[in-house]
């Protein structure tokens, strides 16, 4: 009930000279609102999270892609994330050795919308998703259809390249393709996008999907950071881009802020 009593207290300042009652107590407010005590630094923003209504066709698309540059909001959000994986990961199926299957077709014309969008004003680009061959569990079969939702793509727990270094450089060409007009890919071709975006923010994965744990997201997150880095060492990282669930737990923190 004293929470309660706190929270009516402090409401009460907002009015110009009144009288408060708080745990029993009398007590007379008087905002001065010639005096500056602090400036609030609160930036508003918002989240695009990729979804076949944004593409080009929807009834929606023209008028959120206008209310977006005409919002003018800094540090917005952008994920591509697992359950519309053609729209989310750009190399589906695993390397072998004569092909590669890089795909950026249902990927670029929303990512292309949006820094149109943002044009100005910093973004924050996540693109959430790792391969799920990457794992060591048997990739799915993705829908042939781009707009239908996948919830089952996130198989496997544990990567098959414990080092991170295949993460890290798929990370890399995507980043690549966005910043640097394109990348070569493991074969030794080169695949041209012509795109040459500045990334001023980079988030590195979301709310640890695959269930990953402190130490594994921690890797992850070293080794696509050093290899981003020598990319554009102009961007800034985000890490720990946790659920509820795994916000209320102090290991994810304390982990991957000890420097050791």
């Not at 930036?43 to 540059?69: C, R, W, Y």
């Not at 744990?213 to 997150?221: D, R």
């Amino acid at each position: 009930m004293r929470y309660w009593k706190r929270i009516a207290t402090l409401l009460c300042i907002a009015g110009t000279s009144l009288v408060c009652y708080g745990a029993g107590a009398q007590v007379k407010v008087t905002p001065r609102w010639d005096r500056v005590t602090f400036t609030s630094r609160t930036t508003p923003t918002l989240q695009v999270v990729v979804n076949p209504m944004l593409e080009k066709g929807s009834p929606i698309h023209d008028g959120t892609f206008s209310a977006l540059k005409q919002l003018g909001a800094e540090y917005v959000r952008y994920v591509p994330w697992h359950p519309y994986p053609h729209m989310a990961v750009a190399e589906l199926k695993p390397p072998t050795a004569t092909e590669t299957f890089w795909d950026f077709t249902h990927i670029d014309p929303i990512m292309k919308d949006f820094m149109d969008a943002t044009r100005g004003h910093s973004v924050i680009i996540n693109f959430s998703t790792i391969p799920a061959w990457m794992f060591k569990a048997k990739a799915p079969e993705v829908p042939s259809d781009p707009e239908q939702v996948f919830w089952g793509y996130n198989v496997g727990t544990q990567l098959r390249d414990t080092t991170c270094r295949e993460v890290a450089d798929y990370f890399a060409r995507l980043f690549s393709w966005y910043t640097r007009g394109g990348f070569t890919d493991e074969l030794g071709k080169f695949h041209r996008s012509g795109l040459h975006y500045k990334i001023p923010y980079w988030e590195v994965l979301n709310e640890m999907e695959h269930r990953l744990t402190p130490p594994v997201y921690t890797k992850i997150y070293d080794a696509v950071v050093t290899s981003l880095k020598q990319i554009s060492p102009s961007t800034r990282f985000v890490g720990l881009a946790l659920n509820t669930g795994q916000s209320s737990d102090p290991d994810w923190f304390q982990y991957f802020l000890d420097p050791a």
